[in-house]
């Protein structure tokens, strides 16, 4: 969705039971509202709007903290993911630089031809 740039904030409403996420356009001048009934609704976003959704945290009556939890568990968990594939690719990017090394060592000490994948 890519709705970061505009995000003002966002609140759970206990009346209706849902997020709502307020967006402004300065260009334009009017304010956008994002109404989510199910946390499953992030689906669409973008990793920049759930990293904006991560650091600012959504305001809610204590009442309703068990229901808002449900919103901030899916955008935590989706940044805790996001942070796991980074580290992840890195460690793959060693371990091919460390094959890589090792056949170069091999090479240059005779012990074997120096072929790269």
Request: proline content about 2%.
């Amino acid at each position: 969705m890519n709705f970061y740039k505009d995000f003002k904030g966002w609140v759970f409403n206990p009346k209706t039971c849902e997020a709502v996420i307020r967006l402004f356009n300065a260009k334009t001048g009017f304010w956008r509202y994002i109404h989510m009934l199910d946390p499953m609704w992030c689906v669409n976003f973008s990793m920049k709007d759930f990293e904006c959704l991560f650091f600012n945290k959504i305001m809610y009556y204590e009442a309703d903290k068990e229901q808002v939890l449900r919103y901030q568990k899916l955008v935590k968990r989706d940044q805790e993911l996001e942070e796991f594939l980074k580290e992840e690719r890195h460690n793959e990017r060693m371990d091919r630089k460390m094959v890589e090394a090792a056949k170069r060592a091999k090479w240059r000490l005779g012990m074997g031809s120096f072929e790269t994948d």
